[in-house]
C-alpha cells in the first residue's frame, strides 16, 4: 500500500489525476485497450476533468463505474450523468463508456445486463478509482454483519443498498475491486480519514468494508489521503 497525504483537496486531486493518467498510459503500452472504472461522488469532480484532458489513446479505453444507483441518466444523483458531464465532456468523449444501470429493468434484469456490458471487457480490470465514506464504505459496498453479500458467485456486479438512501444499486463486487491491478483510492475530510486509520489498525470486517482492502499484499493499492 502507498499512502500520499497531501495539505490541499487541490494538490490531492492534481497528483491523483496525474498518476491515474501514468498507470492508464502503461496499460495502454503493454496492451491494445485497458479498462477504468470510476467513482461517483463530489471528489470525483475534482479529478476527473484533469485526467480526460491527458493525451491518452482514449478511443482505447473501456470505462465503466464501481458503482451506480438505479435511476435515470437525467436524476441528479446519477453517476452516469457526473461521469457524462466531468469526465466524456472535458476531453475523454472518444472513451467507450459502459453505465452500470440500464432504465426500465427490474433489479435482477439490471445486474444481468451490467455483467453482460461488463464481459467485454479484459480481466481483471486495469484500475479502478474508488472515494469513500465516512462509515468506510467503497463502491457501493456498505457496512454489513455478512460479507458474503459483497459478492454474486461469478458475477462482477452485486446488488445493495445505502443505509439510509432508498434508491436500489449497483456495485462491482468486492472479488472484481480486490482483483484489478491497480486500486485508487481517494480519501478526503477529517472524519473520512479518522475512518482509515481505524481501519488500518483491526482485523478484516465487512462492519468496515474499507478494512477488507488494507493490509493484503495481493492489492495494488494507492491512497491518497487530504483533510
Known amino acids: 500500500m502507498i499512502i500520499k497525504t497531501f495539505q490541499t483537496r487541490d ?3 492534481r497528483v491523483l489525476s496525474d498518476d491515474l493518467g501514468i498507470v492508464l498510459n502503461a496499460a495502454l503500452a ?3 485497450h485497458a479498462s477504468l472504472a470510476l ?3 463530489r471528489s470525483p469532480k475534482m479529478v476527473l476533468p484533469n485526467l480526460a484532458s491527458m493525451p491518452l489513446r482514449w478511443s ?13 441518466p437525467s436524476d441528479k444523483d446519477s453517476n452516469a450523468a457526473m461521469v457524462q458531464s ?3 465532456e472535458q476531453g475523454a468523449k472518444d472513451a467507450s463508456f459502459h453505465p452500470l444501470w440500464t432504465e426500465d429493468l427490474d433489479i435482477a434484469g439490471g445486474l444481468k445486463t451490467a455483467k453482460r456490458k461488463l464481459s467485454i471487457f479484459p480481466w481483471p480490470l486495469d484500475v479502478i478509482y474508488l472515494g469513500m465514506g465516512e462509515d468506510g464504505h467503497f463502491a457501493s459496498l456498505f457496512p454489513s454483519d455478512d460479507v458474503a453479500g459483497f459478492d454474486n458467485d461469478d458475477s462482477p456486479v452485486v446488488s445493495r443498498r445505502a443505509p439510509s438512501v432508498p434508491h ?3 456495485s462491482l463486487s468486492l472479488s472484481t475491486i480486490r482483483k484489478t491491478r491497480h486500486l485508487f483510492l481517494h480519501v478526503t475530510g477529517s472524519a473520512k ?3 482509515f486509520d481505524y481501519a488500518r489498525t483491526i482485523t478484516p470486517t ?3 468494508p474499507v478494512s477488507l482492502l488494507l493490509n493484503n499484499a495481493e492489492i495494488d493499492l494507492r491512497v491518497y489521503l487530504t483533510d
Not at 62 to 68: F, P, Y
Open 11 to 13: 494538490d490531492c486531486a
Open 60 to 72: 482505447d479505453v473501456d470505462v465503466t463505474l464501481s458503482d451506480e444507483r438505479c435511476v435515470l
Open 30 to 32: 503493454e496492451n491494445e
Open 193 to 195: 480519514r479518522e475512518t
Open 39 to 41: 467513482s461517483g461522488g
Open 86 to 88: 466531468s469526465f466524456l
Open 206 to 208: 465487512s462492519q468496515c
Open 168 to 170: 436500489q444499486r449497483i
